[in-house]
């Protein structure tokens, strides 16, 4: 692919947030438009479920059709054992949008990445932006093709997408606070031939933090824990076998659904799952979105719709902002922290609903909100596992 040396914008990443950025700058502008990813969707991704709310966006980024060609699996719901040891359901059936999903995770992140191509936007894969400066009011982006093949190339505007470590933000020394630490421990399973796919999300909660189970495309099933760093860290539960004991000693529901399913060898994965938002989420010429600017909780099944949200919302600003309102960036980064302290209470509201373990440290520590007010004087993120 030919790549220019000089972009009006370049997006540092190539997820949900880059490519919900791209595409949409793209309908609202004509603006020169450079996507850098370091991967190249080939590897297992973190995070499958998302809410029937999303076709909405899907609609505004013109992607709606196609999306649904890729026939990711219908998700009808939830069942939880949450505040109680019987299962309880939140059923989409009553939901006017219809049906969620449980996606094939590196598919749908392929899909994104061809849809900006399809549009003509320059699409770079397996390059990694190493370093970054200002020179003469122009950002000067220095990146590294994977044969080791280094440049750079010159942009009006950055927008960092690149993920919980917020790569240029963090450059740019804009900070995190982190509001909650946890780790997420995923494994997966291959469902047996024939055997019909559960189309709910299950739920349940343990003294030591809880697990899901989501059925996903190709016979595949993802188990979960989220626990704290240091449970997860003293008990080992990084090795399968630890993992195991401790789901089929603790859990009523969960095990005894996947019992039959067969573990993928060397599946396990370890993820930081912090609540996080940066106390500068724009500068100039800048902005952060998607995971870069915040990160939530996955019981909030919210990561990828939020991603996609702010991705269009930033979008909207940077076409305001080429236009000569430089405050919508100020308005940009306003949205993202009240859309990080709403999140704050819903995610608090869903803690207290589990008082079964008065003592717990993991249930006490997360029952009480405290409100973010978008400056850097909590704890740095701590992004060692
Ligand atoms: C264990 C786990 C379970 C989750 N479950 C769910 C769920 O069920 N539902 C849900 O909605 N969300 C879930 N999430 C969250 C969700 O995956 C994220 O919120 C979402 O991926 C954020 O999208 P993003 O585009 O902001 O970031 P990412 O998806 O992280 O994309 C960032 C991209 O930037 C690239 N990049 C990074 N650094 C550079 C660099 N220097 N140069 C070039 N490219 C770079 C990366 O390769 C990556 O492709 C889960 C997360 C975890 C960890």
Redesign the pocket.
Known sequence: MNVSNKYDVII???????CATALMLNRHSNLNILV????HYATQ??????PPDTRLLFKQLHIWEEFLSDNHDPCLGSRSAWGMPELGYNDFMLNPMGHGWHLNRQKF?QFLCHQVQACGIDFLQD????KSGFKNKKHQISIKVKNGFTFQIESSFVVD?????S?FAKRNNSKKITDDEMV?I?SFYQRRKNSLPDKLTLLEATEYGWWYA?HLPENRIAV?LTCDKSFSKFYKINQHKNWIKLLKHTTKNIYKNMQSSQYIQNSIRI?L?NSCVLDKIAGQSWLA????AC??D?IS???????LTHGISAAKSICQYFDGKVMSLNNYEKLVKSDFNYYLQNKTHLYQLENRWQNSPFWKHRQTYKKSDGVAHRQIADLTL
Request: proline share 4%; with cysteine; charged share 15%.
């Open positions: 540092i990443g190539g997820g949900p947030a880059g850098i990813e370091k991967g991704r973190a995070g499958e479920s998302i992140d390059t990694k932006v190493y997408a690149s993920g919980i470590n790569t997420c995923t989501a979960a993820n799952v979105t998607g995971d870069a990160t939530f996955p099944a919210g990561g990828i719709y939020k991603a």
